[in-house]
């Protein structure tokens, strides 16, 4: 069963996962992902209107969500994914489930590279970012 709490409901999460920009993609899907400091992924699923009719696009959903069940254990634990079909493509579940399960482990990866990246800056005495109340005062 695809739980609720496995689901990315808020606008504002899918935001998040945009704007950080870190993607992962093949013929089949496009992965966006963010941190999320849960124990478990989320899934969220943005099926444009470019993929087909009405029940093209639920049949998308339906085979996304099922192969996010099968493979959530072996997914990294602790992001959001927002998974974004390819217009083109055809899905089918096995598919889906080595591509969920490819592009999440690539994109845990760049968020890994890019958290080091800002590790490695603080390390170099580099100034830290400065945030708007501290830029503006208080």
Same mark, same amino acid.
């Given at each position: ?51 087909? +009719? #009405?029940?093209?696009? $639920? ?11 099968? /493979?959530? !254990? %072996? ?40 958290? +080091? #990246?800002?590790?490695? $800056? ?11 109340? /501290?830029? !503006? %005062?208080?």
């Amino acid at each position: 069963r695809f739980l609720r709490e496995h689901h990315i409901r808020r606008g504002a999460d899918f935001r998040r996962a945009y704007e950080r920009r870190c993607s992962a993609g093949d013929r089949t899907l496009l992965v966006f992902g963010f941190d999320n400091g849960l124990r478990h992924a989320r899934l969220g699923l943005s099926v444009s209107r470019k993929v087909g +009719g #009405a029940v093209r696009r $639920n049949r998308w959903k339906r085979l996304l969500r099922e192969a996010f069940r099968l /493979e959530r !254990h %072996g997914l990294p634990a602790g992001v959001d994914l927002v998974v974004i079909p390819r217009p083109d493509a055809e899905p089918t579940l096995s598919a889906l489930r080595r591509s969920l399960s490819t592009l999440a482990r690539t994109v845990v990866r760049k968020l890994a590279r890019t958290k +080091g #990246a800002a590790g490695a $800056n603080a390390q170099l005495g580099s100034p830290p970012a400065q945030d708007d109340e /501290e830029a !503006h %005062g208080p």
